[in-house]
């Protein structure tokens, strides 16, 4: 068993950054791939970044590709996603999850084992 907690949503003005953290407790933390995602209102949850085990891959959506980067630390049981230049349409809450017995990047959600609760981003115009 994982638990996932995410932190460091917010509100911010577009072109603004913010930095999410996700921790995890149970498992050993360097067996899983990880990845963040995000839902806005009326909308179905997205794919935004994935990281491997090792943190040497990355991959992410085009959405966000140059304004986010997804990196982690396995010490400290966590894994990031900075986020620059946001946009009014990052609005979302923002999930991560983690896949356990992948070696590479993992981008579907039906692969992935574990979720956090998700943490609120607001981009003002």
């Known amino acids: 068993q994982v638990q996932l907690v995410e932190s460091g949503g917010g509100l911010v003005q577009a072109g603004g950054s913010l930095r999410l953290s996700c921790v995890a407790s149970?498992?050993?933390?360097?067996?899983?791939?990880m990845g963040w995602f995000r839902q806005a209102p009326g909308k179905e949850r997205e794919f935004v970044a994935a990281?491997?085990?090792?943190?040497?891959?990355?991959y992410y959506a085009d959405s966000v590709k140059g304004r986010f980067t997804i990196s982690r630390d396995n010490a400290k049981n966590t894994v990031y996603l900075q986020m620059n230049s946001l946009k009014p349409e990052d609005t979302a809450v923002y999930y991560c999850?983690?896949?356990?017995?992948?070696?590479?990047?993992?981008?579907?959600?039906?692969?992935?084992?574990?979720w956090g609760q998700g943490t609120q981003v607001t981009v003002s115009s």
């Open positions: 999850a983690a896949a356990l017995g992948w070696s590479g990047i993992v981008i579907t959600m039906r692969e992935y084992n574990y």
């Open positions: 149970g498992r050993t933390f360097s067996s899983y791939a």
């Open positions: 990281i491997s085990r090792s943190g040497d891959n990355t």
